[in-house]
């Protein structure tokens, strides 16, 4: 768990060293580096002649687009919680 | 909604025109690619000196810490809607 202090990680993604400054611990960055990672490659074997640049915007736009249909996802599962709660 | 049927859109992020195809409707791509576009402004207002690859994995970095904490904070939602259905 995070104690409030700023940490540092040290984290590998697509060949390149990022240093990750935050709250959360290091297991949480490293995992997050790992998701990033793995989809880059997958991105990257589907398309071979993309350049790193658009690789790296196309894996965000990946990301967001996972993370809008969990959002969406969530707030049907939130609104059958509430009507059971009701 | 998607039909199934491919479809091309045309997005604009960091000021870098991309295609998109998949079956999600124009829609939710352009509002994924808004979603992106903001996040890498916000991080690269906040680290000017990044070149735009080291920008753009660090948003893949910021959209998959989001999506985490967001299938953390869901698993924990099911479970109590499983305990109140129970």
Redesign the interface.
Known sequence: MSNGQKMRTQVM??G?H?T?TGT?PTE?VE???K??DA??SEINARNPYLD???L??????N??????K??E??AR??Q??QS??D
Do not use: G, P, S
């Open positions: 993604i697509h390149q990022y990750i959360e949480h995992k997050v580096a998701q990033v989809k880059m790193t640049n658009k790296a915007v196309l894996t965000a736009v990301a967001v687009h996972d993370l809008i969990l959002q996802q969530y599962l939130e059958e919680f059971l709660k």
